[in-house]
T-cell receptor, first 114, second 114 residues
Framework: DQQVKQNSPSLSVQEGRISILNCDYT??????FLWYKKYPAEGPTFLIS?????DKNEDGRFTVFLNKSAKHLSLHIVPSQPGDSAVYFC?????????????FGTGTRLKVLA | DSGVTQTPKHLITATGQRVTLRCSPR?????VYWYQQSLDQGLQFLIQ???????AKGNILERFSAQQFPDLHSELNLSSLELGDSALYFC?????????????FGPGTRLTVL
């Protein structure tokens, strides 16, 4: 049972345009969400997070939007740069559950074309 | 460089064998997490330790075990290895054991079971 789903395995975007990566979840107990970026031969690195008390969080070129009613979050990258080419994972956590684990999606490979 | 180190980087072994993967967390981090990433799969949470004690368990097989030592480094032991255990194994660390803490990932150990 995949509680966190990233239905697009890959995405190609032109440099300078907007990249939108999507993530859906099924567990209504999830209340904290994160995005991680992963380059080849490296471990994932934290990008941005959002708590369920917010519907938007922004950090430079990266914005995460959360739609709780739809159980959907998205990561917007504007403008996209070739260095953004990587695999992006979304992750979710139920902070009130008493456990401290993240559930990760399967990732979306973003390719930014120069 | 996340500050989390994992050894070895690569490991090739045969079915039925036993291996040990090692992780040193960032200085000051008390919590260690282990993840498995199989081909085209997301990061599957295996187990978490905090200051030497097991805190959360994911989909970890009975053939797998882990521990965290007094110096806070952690080892993941995989026994009776099967072909399907071939994967990237990541270790992550965080300061505390609460979900809001960002996890810092090591570069991973690639295990190949022949």
């Amino acid at each position: 049972d995949q509680q966190v789903k990233q239905n697009s395995p890959s995405l190609s975007v032109q440099e300078g345009r907007i990249s939108i990566l999507n993530c859906d979840y099924t567990n209504s107990m999830f209340d904290y969400f994160l995005w991680y970026k992963k380059y080849p031969a490296e471990g994932p690195t934290f990008l941005i997070s959002i708590s369920s008390i917010k519907d938007k969080n922004e950090d430079g070129r990266f914005t995460v939007f959360l739609n709780k009613s739809a159980k959907h979050l998205s990561l917007h990258i504007v403008p996209s740069q070739p260095g953004d080419s990587a695999v992006y994972f979304c992750a979710a956590s139920a902070t009130t559950s008493g456990t401290y684990k993240y559930i990760f999606g399967t990732g979306t490979r973003l390719k930014v074309l120069a | 460089d996340s500050g989390v180190t994992q050894t070895p980087k690569h490991l090739i072994t045969a079915t039925g064998q036993r291996v040990t993967l090692r992780c040193s967390p960032r200085s000051g981090d008390l919590s260690v997490y282990w993840y498995q990433q199989s081909l085209d799969q997301g990061l599957q949470f295996l187990i978490q330790y905090y200051n030497g004690e097991e805190r959360a368990k994911g989909n970890i097989l009975e053939r797998f075990s882990a521990q965290q030592f007094p110096d806070l480094h952690s080892e993941l032991n995989l026994s009776s290895l099967e072909l399907g255990d071939s994967a990237l194994y990541f270790c992550a660390s965080s300061v505390r054991d609460i979900s809001y803490n960002e996890q810092f990932f090591g570069p991973g150990t690639r295990l190949t079971v022949l």
